[in-house]
């Protein structure tokens, strides 16, 4: 793919959130997305007609991340009020309260059977809740992180988070093992290739670190962007050619992922882009800021 | 007891029988006390008795006039007239008797308002703007939906008194008075000035008439606006362009009760909860002020009188030649007051005199000693510049008491006359005449003739300023022969001269212009003083590239500075310029703001991380199940928060009793061959266990119980019995224990090999054989099945994990890898097998069968029935070694084996009866 290819025109701008998107992110088969913010609401859109579907409201704070299942069917999203909600997508009812983290949870992600959710907080733990049976107890809290974690990513095996203690740590489920990868710079979000065998770190020294999963080597860094204070996301693009991310001037920036060149670079918003969610299948994008809205974009 | 006697509190709860009773009651009410009540007290009730709610209108029990049909005015409809008589005529209707009074007043006109014409002060007129905006808004679509703001809709027209006002020559911002009143009021006053000061004169009259003066005059200046053209503005009245609209009165604050309401407060668009409070999480981090609250707190501005006009009025004003008819004053009464510094007298003492710095400074006519070279050693020569200014700035007292201390020290010789001596005359006279210079700034009159009354000349300014002086000009307090180097910067603290860097110091020495500029803006560094206006760069580049220079510079002149700090020896300084060199060369081809400093650091970061550990990381069963993943522990327990022995990782917690007990004797042992170690081992295991041993002979009934065994031995005795071993633990210093365990474990393995070996009649086995031979004995035993059992072999695998922390032990001895052989196909035949809960059914089921068997075996077994034994022993120990291996081929934690199987039975005894007592007693005795 050519950096022509890259989606640099606005499709759409998806408006009602009140306040600041904390995060927006495509479904699984890339058709909707879900989006979170300050206004404590969660929204449901469809990216490619820009339109609003739904609202899931019962968050008692704001709202920053959410994570759907593949099959569409549940979400998962959590926030500054400590919980993990489990929520039904079509009646827009939450069906479990997972309560436990101590402090704000940063991230959540559901596992490929969306059996277990496992959510990142700022109480320096990730836990794991059982989304099949009826227990609000954490399966499975896992805390040798030494601060925040910010984000989670799973593999089919795996559990992979960031933290701000400067770790990526991949507990193996399989094989019973921590790997923990120890970046030197608080990191911010993680994100996996789509062949799952790097992971991309958003540190705070503005610069995104690709690492090779199995060796645990740096393979390459992407500088440009500013990213100092804000919890920003980055990842890549759906043929893994090009690294994408946002800063915190409003900019969206796309880096070739082998030489480490920013290909493109445009002002996406007036603020902060908190979010980048990457289209798993066509050349699409969408990001969130804090100025409220979310672009989709297209090439 | 009767009724009357008890005293009922609050209303009983009614019975269905008791309706019947109140049915009588209200029957009689009916008939009796309805008649006596008035209407208005009269309550509607159904048959039953209960009150009818009817009169839903009027909310309640009574509907109509008191439940009447009546009115107040009495039953009879007041419209009616015969019609037999008095015909009714005709009924008018009209609009007006439809409408209320004040509607009436409207439609006809009869109210009294202003109109638009005769609106002094425009609220009409905006009024009836602001209404016709609204209807237009009703008519088209609008960005902004709802009512207009108040503050988009000015008043159309100007009201009738504005209009009349200016055609008077009024202009808006002015107060609304004619000049001659003015001029009238200033005669006036002069008339009045002039009268009391003839009246002061014949003081008879002026008592009376001065008071009544006084009183006038105060009244006057009471009444009297203020005069100038610029104040008297501030009368006229606020335009209306801002109409008080709302019912709110004067200093309404709408935040007064709830300040957290107040704009800028609030959150985007949110607070949360009534109930909760803003924490620090939620403090906006994003800073939008996008969803600010409407700020309508009325701000009570003082001026708020002052017309908005009024500013460019002022304005205009100030400007000095655009007032028509005047022009500025050439002569002016106002002059700067120029006050000269007091002259001290001269006979002046000041009363308080320092010792050290005045003697220093009665010193300056001593000529100055001769400039000497500095001695070679630059160490000594630091020293001597830093005991000098010293000295310079605190008096000889100092160089006394430094000389007084460092007597025996050598490095400080030149205080006594000894090496350097005269180069650090020289430079304390330079010190002194520097610090003299110093002080002499500041106090200019300190009774020296030379300098009374000094007027600050450039070079003094200069030199405040941190100027440099000029070459020759220099300042004539030093004689011209002496050529002060520190004269050039001293007026700062830093003593480094970067003005006479030698040549290698520039760092941009292949760009003179760029170098010149670096020279300025250290000059400018480190000196203070006025910033020349160009200070960043050349004129002509631009701000970033400004910028970007001025970054650079800074990078070399710390370079610089750390270099010259560091400068014991010339050769290192000129490292380190070249260093900077480089580093310059680099800053202006790539322009990357990274020093080499920051560079380096940047590659050490880059080699430093990322950086990889692993750990072991135990996930839940249940997390395994939901990932759909096979447990890698097998849903064993994890092992104690700390990590004792070895042997304690293994996955029953009961173990851990014996084991600072077997590690101590152990430890003492270590030596020993492995037959004796064996031995000991065996006789520890003996001696530490004998009740364990004794209750092994209780599980036979045990097994009988359906319990699901696996759960009862991997937790909840284990339970029990970790607490026990934990307490245990305390008392033993937990170092020993660890380095006993480890030993114990080498010796456990081989131990265990060995007697593996002896029970199974081989050497060292080579292959798998012997272990399936193991293996088929009880299978045979209990399933009648040939070969090697499939569950059998899965069973081996599940009892095979022992946690990884054991893999750390010593490697295995020789025998041991064929275990491991026998794990790897252990393992490959786990492949096939059923999944693992099934798996573990069987597995229990197959062990508890077995257990069954060795148990009854360990009764014979303790009388010396070797084949029994040797079943037993060696089923459960190929067991546990496939077990182990499988779990990782480096544990060779036969050892464990060993005491695990009597751990195993102890955790099986713990569950025994008490009746059972009896028949282990008989069996220690047995075994005695």
């Known amino acids: 793919m050519s950096a022509s290819d890259l989606p640099t025109k606005e499709a759409n701008v998806l408006k009602g959130h009140e306040g600041a998107v904390l995060a927006a992110r495509f479904n699984a088969d890339g058709n909707y997305c879900l989006s979170c913010g300050k206004d404590r609401t969660i929204r449901l859109w469809n990216p490619h007609r820009g339109i609003h579907i739904k609202t899931y409201k019962s968050h008692g704070r704001e709202v920053r991340d959410v994570h759907v299942t593949p099959d569409n069917s549940k979400l998962v999203s959590c926030g500054g009020d400590r919980q993990v909600f489990y929520w039904d997508v079509s009646t827009g009812r939450v069906i479990r309260k997972f309560r436990g983290h101590e402090s704000e949870v940063n991230a959540v992600k559901f596992n490929e059977y969306a059996s277990v959710a496992v959510s990142a907080g700022y109480d320096q733990s990730l836990r794991s809740w059982d989304c099949r049976s009826h227990s609000t107890e954490p399966i499975q809290i896992i805390d040798t992180f030494s601060d925040s974690v910010m984000s989670v990513c799973l593999t089919k095996t795996e559990i992979i988070a960031g933290s701000v203690d400067g770790t990526v740590r991949t507990f193996d489920i399989r094989v019973g093992r921590e790997i923990s990868d120890n970046l030197g710079q608080p990191v911010n979000c993680i994100s996996l290739s789509n062949d799952g065998n790097c992971i991309l770190a958003s540190c705070l020294d503005s610069t995104l670190r690709l690492l090779d999963r199995t060796t645990g080597e740096l393979l390459q860094e992407y500088k440009g962007h500013t990213c100092r204070s804000f919890k920003m996301d980055c990842c890549l693009t759906n043929t893994d050619a090009h690294v994408t991310g946002g800063s915190e001037d409003g900019y969206v920036y796309f880096w070739d992922l082998v030489d480490a060149t920013v290909v493109s670079r445009f002002r996406a918003h007036a603020s902060v882009v908190t979010s980048v969610s990457y289209h798993p299948k066509d050349s699409c994008m969408v990001t969130a800021s804090v100025d409220g809205t979310i672009r989709v974009w297209k090439t | ?928």
């Open chain 2, 1 to 928: 007891m009767d009724e009357r006697d008890l005293v009922f509190y609050g209303t009983p709860i009614e019975r269905e029988e008791e309706l019947s009773s109140r049915k009588k009651k209200a029957v009689a009410e009916a008939s009796g006390q309805l008649r006596t009540l008035p209407t208005w007290k009269q309550e509607v009730r159904d048959e039953e008795g209960r009150r009818r709610f009817h009169g839903a209108f009027t909310g309640g029990y009574s509907a109509g006039y008191y439940n009447t049909v009546g009115s107040k005015e009495g039953w009879a409809p007041q419209t009616f007239t015969s019609s037999r008589k008095n015909r009714a005529e005709l009924k008018q209707q009209s609009i007006l008797n439809f409408l209320d009074d004040d509607e009436k007043a409207d439609l006809e006109g009869q109210s009294l308002a202003t109109s638009t014409q005769f609106d002094t002060f425009g609220f009409t007129a905006s009024e009836v703007a602001r209404k016709q905006a609204d209807k237009e808004q009703d008519k088209r679509p609008s960005a902004i939906p709802g009512p207009v703001p108040d503050e988009l809709v000015l008043p159309a027209a100007e009201s009738i008194g504005a209009k009349l006002l200016l055609k008077m020559g009024w202009r808006h911002g002015r107060s609304i008075k004619d000049s001659s009143t003015d001029s009238l009021y200033d005669a006036r006053r002069e008339a009045r000035k002039a009268f009391i000061a003839f009246s002061s004169s014949d003081d008879t009259k002026s008592n009376i008439d001065g008071d009544a003066n006084h009183v006038n005059d105060h009244s006057n200046s009471l009444e009297r606006p203020v005069n100038d053209d610029n104040l008297s503005s501030q009368y006229t009245p606020l335009n209306a362009l801002q109409p008080k609209q709302d019912l709110h009165g004067l200093g309404y604050d709408p935040y007064k009760h709830a300040p957290e309401f107040r704009a800028g407060k609030a959150g985007p668009g949110f607070g949360i909860g009534a109930l909760e409070e803003y924490d620090i999480e939620d403090e906006d981090v994003y800073t939008t002020a996008a969803y600010d609250f409407e700020d309508t707190v009325v701000q009570e501005v003082e001026d708020s009188s002052k017309p908005i006009t009024d500013h460019k009025h002022r304005l205009t004003w100030k400007e000095p030649g655009i007032l028509p008819g005047f022009k500025v004053a050439s002569i002016s009464d106002y002059q700067v007051e120029k006050f000269n510094a007091p002259e001290v007298p001269k006979d002046f003492v000041p009363r308080h005199k320092f010792a050290g710095p005045l003697k220093v400074e009665d010193k300056t006519a001593v000529p100055p000693p001769p400039d000497v070279p500095p001695p070679e050693d630059s160490n000594m020569k630091v020293l001597i510049e830093g005991v000098a200014t010293l000295v310079g700035r605190c008096g000889k007292l100092f160089e006394d008491l430094s000389r007084e201390k460092n007597q025996s020290n050598p490095s400080f010789g030149f205080l006594m006359g000894g090496n350097g001596h005269e180069y650090y005359e020289r430079k304390l006279w330079e010190a002194q005449q520097k610090y003299k210079d110093q002080k002499k700034l500041p106090l200019p009159s300190d009774g020296k003739s030379s300098q009374k009354t000094e007027k600050m000349n450039a070079e003094n300014r200069g030199k405040i300023l941190g100027e440099r002086p000029l070459e020759r000009s220099s300042s004539s307090l030093v004689s011209p022969d002496v050529n002060l180097q520190s004269n050039l910067s001293d007026t700062f603290m830093k003593p480094l001269q970067f003005s006479e860097l030698p040549e290698v110091s520039k760092p941009f020495k292949d760009n003179s212009a760029k170098q010149e500029r670096f020279q300025q803006f250290l000059k400018e560094k480190y000196k203070g003083g006025l910033r020349s206006g160009e200070s960043g760069g050349a004129s002509n580049m631009s701000e970033a590239v400004r910028a970007q220079e001025r970054l650079d510079f800074e990078l070399a002149a710390e370079a610089l500075e750390k270099a010259n700090r560091g400068q014991q020896s010339n050769l290192s300084a000129q490292q380190s310029m070249d260093f900077l060199t480089s580093a310059g060369m680099q800053f202006t081809s790539a322009g990357v703001e990274q020093s080499k400093d920051t560079l380096d650091k940047d590659f050490e970061m880059k080699k430093m991380y990322p950086k990889r550990e692993e750990n072991q990381w135990r996930p839940s069963p249940v997390l395994c199940k939901r990932f759909d993943l096979v447990d890698p522990y097998m849903g064993k327990l994890p092992p104690p928060p700390r990590m004792r022995g070895k042997i304690d990782s293994l996955v029953f917690k009961a173990e851990f009793i014996p084991v600072p007990r077997i590690g101590d004797k152990t430890g003492q042992n270590q030596n020993r061959s492995s037959g004796g170690l064996q031995s000991s081992a065996q006789g520890v295991r003996d001696g530490s266990a004998d009740e364990e041993e004794d209750e092994v002979v209780v599980d036979v009934e045990n097994v009988e119980r359906p319990v699901d065994l696996y759960k009862a031995i991997f937790s909840d005795d284990s339970d029990e019995e970790a607490e026990t071993s934990k307490v245990s633990k305390v008392e033993d210093p937990e170092k020993k224990v660890e380095v006993a365990n480890a030993t114990l474990n080498r010796l456990m393995a081989g131990d265990f090999l060995e007697s593996l070996g002896k029970e199974l009649g081989l050497e060292v086995p080579p292959d798998l054989p012997p272990y399936s031979h193991t293996n088929q004995n009880p299978s045979a035993l209990e399933k009648e099945t040939t070969g090697l059992n499939p569950r059998d072999g899965s069973s081996v695998k599940m009892v095979a994990e022992v946690p990884k922390s054991m893999d750390d032990q010593s490697p295995p001895r020789g025998k041991l890898d064929e275990v491991k052989v026998v794990k790897i196909t252990e393992e490959d035949r786990k492949q096939g097998s059923p999944p693992p809960s099934e798996d573990r059914m069987d597995r229990r089921h197959s062990k508890r069968q077995r257990r069954y068997d060795s148990i009854s075996d360990s009764y014979s077994s303790s009388s010396g029935d070797d084949s029994d034994r040797d079943r037993y022993s060696s089923k459960s120990k190929g067991r546990r070694k496939k077990g182990s291996s499988s779990r990782d081929k480096k544990s060779s934690s036969s050892r464990k084996h060993s005491r695990r199987r009597h751990h195993r039975s102890s955790s099986r005894s713990s569950r025994r009866d008490k009746d059972r007592g009896e028949s282990k007693r008989e069996k220690r005795k047995r075994r005695d």
